[in-house]
């Protein structure tokens, strides 16, 4: 854990010990259906402190807060390996008087539906995004929201028809960005000029590197053809890399490694259920899209990061092996919404 996250952890900490945490709590996915989702929370609901968070730190931010809350967690799928934790948190916290609504359209397990729904309301059903879900329960008459989900739907579909969702996704990585783009989408303006040029910006940025990208394709045993789009060692942004890629090229998924850390799936032609690698990665996500972590010795993470793409470890390798014997188990099910 480095050591911004540690700080950051403590000052959480302390604020919510002395009451500086208003009452709602949002706990959101960091991409612009996170970000959507939590505009539309505090739309309906009034302020609210959000923090941004995914399948497999959920837990840990579940562990931070000490005070009676509300609580709305949105578009975080649950990894079946961390349910038993959240559940032993989810416990304590309603234990201490806390009302938690968990908002979400990721497939979940009948087992996490029981489990959680012991603790907390929760409303799982699988739409184009989160934010449409949150908008269909918390706030339908609202014509703003319904916009948001808009934005959300285009966006986590990976369309990326409006413009407006191409900028908040090169926004939705920092902290401080993704609180300023919810602030506004909250407040139904949606952009600003201090925003749009930060974005603009750091669409740039991405572009240039864009040029750079380095593919290679490959086949699955079963004779499924996938791109493995390899974007170490200062990642990018991998959904609209292989989004792009799938426009022009012929294949069924990509592969795409962000550092030696992280990767993604995404669908492009094929009808694979990929999130069944994620989960086995730590991850998880939709059949049609979905990411996991890598995990290798500390001394090669360093490696990772000196040499880049020069280097590959045996553990990127052993995903790739894993990954192309992705077919041997039957997938039966089959999602589309690619
Ligand atoms: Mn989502």
């Known amino acids: 854990m480095n050591i911004k996250r540690m700080k950051w952890i403590l000052s959480f900490m302390l604020a919510d010990a ?4 208003p009452e709602n ?13 939590a505009a539309i929370v505090k739309r309906a609901r009034g302020d609210s402190y959000v923090v941004f968070s995914g399948p497999r730190s959920v837990s840990k931010m579940l562990g931070m807060i000490r005070r009676k809350h509300k609580i709305f967690i949105v578009d975080v799928a649950i990894n079946p390996s961390a349910l038993s934790e959240i559940t032993r948190k989810l416990k304590r916290l309603k234990e201490k008087g806390s009302e938690i609504t968990w908002i979400d359209h990721h497939p979940w397990t009948k087992e996490a539906i029981e489990t959680i729904g012991r603790y907390a309301e929760i409303h799982v059903k699988e739409e184009k995004s989160a934010a449409r879900l949150v908008m269909e329960i918390l706030n339908p008459e609202d014509e703003v929201s319904r916009k948001i989900a808009e934005i959300a739907d285009d966006a986590d579909t990976a369309e990326y028809s409006m ?3 191409r900028l908040y996704r090169a926004g939705s990585r920092g902290s401080k960005l993704r609180k300023r783009i919810v602030d506004l989408m909250a407040e139904g303006k949606f952009m ?7 974005l603009k910006n750091s669409m740039e940025k991405e572009g240039k590197s864009r040029t750079e990208v380095n593919y290679q394709f490959l086949t699955t045993f079963s004779g499924k053809k996938f791109v493995l789009i390899d974007l170490r060692p200062s990642g990018g942004p991998g959904s609209v890399i292989a ?30 259920n990929l999130s069944k ?12 899209a979905c990411g996991g972590r890598i995990k290798m010795p500390f001394y090669r993470k360093i490696l990772c ?24 188990e039957a997938s039966s099910d089959n999602n589309d919404k690619c």
């Open 18 to 21: 002395i009451g500086l945490i």
């Open 25 to 37: 709590i949002t706990i959101a996915h960091g991409d612009v259906d996170g970000m959507a989702s």
């Open 163 to 165: 413009e407006i969702s």
């Open 192 to 198: 600003d000029e201090e925003l749009e040029e930060k």
């Open 243 to 272: 989004k792009e890629l799938c426009l022009k090229e012929d294949f069924d998924f990509a592969l795409v490694i962000f550092s030696c850390e992280k990767f993604s799936l995404y669908r492009c032609k094929g009808s694979e």
């Open 277 to 288: 690698v994620c989960e086995e990665y730590e991850g998880g996500g939709h059949p049609y």
């Open 305 to 328: 990061k000196i040499l880049g793409k020069g280097y590959r470890p045996p553990e990127i390798d052993e995903l790739i092996e894993r990954v192309r014997k992705l077919n041997e």
